[in-house]
């Protein structure tokens, strides 16, 4: 059985550490390339878009995929539109595996947007020292003329490209991330006010966590919509445990 996992989480490299091993299954993951040195997961990989539905339908056909996982980062839209479309189109069972998205609790103050741009117009009211967790994608929405009393501490795995914030730094690292690191983050940069994606997980929660404890209001950019009817895993292991239902 050949098993395509669309991946670049931390989920899909633990679904390939859980089937690769075993003797029965084909595990190939596929990466966007869009991280420069990429933690590559155990089995086979393949690098590179499949050029839309159409090329996904005809990469699941050439290379006998069984059986779909999609388990890429839950803002990477277009790739799991298309993963659904090629699925339908191949005949290939789809399954996405999906972090469960963050909750606010007591003493959160969190303020909800639909897009970077959205979260880019509420900052002003908000603070002046922003801690931008987004990743290098999209600080176009950062660099408008009206921001440019803000200053950016912009945090992530490979270095950014302009357009990007009159005033900004950069800080190259990659999660999981500590409460003590997040915290001392906070304090060392002045940080008042928080973006970030509603991304779920473990691996970047603690700023979340530092926010609160600091009084720091967080804007937190919704999930965009994801395919209807197709069946979703929470963890890898629930994958894994779909998986050998459909294989039988």
Known sequence: MHVLILGGTTEARRLAELLVGDGGLRVTSSLAGRVAAPRLPPGEVRVGGFGGAEGMAAWLREHRV????????????AISFN???AA?????????????GWV????????????????????????????LTTGRMGLAAFAEPDLAALWFLVRSVDAPEPPFPARMEVLL???????????????????????????GGAATAPKLLAAREAGVPVVV?????VPEAVPVAATPEKAAAWLRGISG
């Open 88 to 100: 339908a189109t191949a005949h290939v069972p789809l399954l996405a595996l999906r972090r469960p």
């Open 221 to 225: 950019v919704e999930r965009p919509p």
């Open 104 to 131: 606010a609790g007591e003493g959160d103050d969190w303020h909800p947007v639909g897009s970077l741009e959205q979260a880019a117009r509420v900052l002003p009211a908000l603070g002046e020292r922003v801690f």
């Open 173 to 199: 690292d990659r999660g999981p991330f500590t409460l003590d690191g997040e915290r001392e983050l906070l304090r060392t940069h002045r940080i008042d006010v928080v973006v970030t994606k509603d991304s």
């Open 66 to 77: 069984d059986a779909l996982i999609d388990a890429t980062h839950p803002f990477a839209k």
């Open 83 to 85: 993963a659904a479309s």
